[in-house]
């Protein structure tokens, strides 16, 4: 499966962007998306099955909502109330259980969209 990630860019504390991971290829499966800030590990944000079943990282739960678009193979993340330490760069990934929050349970990943937040 192939993944491209957009949507990222700049924006001030509190407000919102909406992130897209478009699909090709073998679509029916879990889409995650994870973080990686500058010096850091990547983290786990949210991850939607094919079922609809949804998991989120609890630094994000409640700001953060994450959907699919069956019909077109695009997942979403919705994100609000922005903050600070939001800023990473995002990545998609595919094919792993929407349950894990393991990067290295992941096989398939996007070229990243940066998400800046400034304060």
């Known amino acids: 499966v192939q993944l491209v990630e957009s949507g990222g860019g700049l924006v001030q504390a509190g407000g919102s962007l909406r992130l897209s991971c478009a699909a090709s290829?073998?679509?029916?499966?879990?889409i995650g998306w994870f973080r990686q800030a500058p010096g850091k590990e990547r983290e786990f944000v949210a991850s939607?099955?094919?079922?609809?079943?949804?998991y989120y990282a609890d630094s994000v739960k409640g700001r953060f909502t994450i959907s699919r678009d069956n019909a077109t193979n695009t997942v979403y993340l919705q994100m609000n109330s922005l903050k600070p330490e939001d800023t990473a760069v995002y990545y998609c990934?595919?094919?792993?259980?929407?349950?894990?929050?393991?990067?290295?349970?992941?096989?398939?990943w996007g070229q990243g969209t940066q998400v800046t937040v400034s304060s």
């Open positions: 290829g073998r679509t029916f499966t879990t």
């Open positions: 939607i099955s094919w079922s609809i079943s949804t």
């Open positions: 990934a595919a094919g792993g259980p929407a349950s894990s929050s393991s990067r290295w349970s992941w096989g398939s």
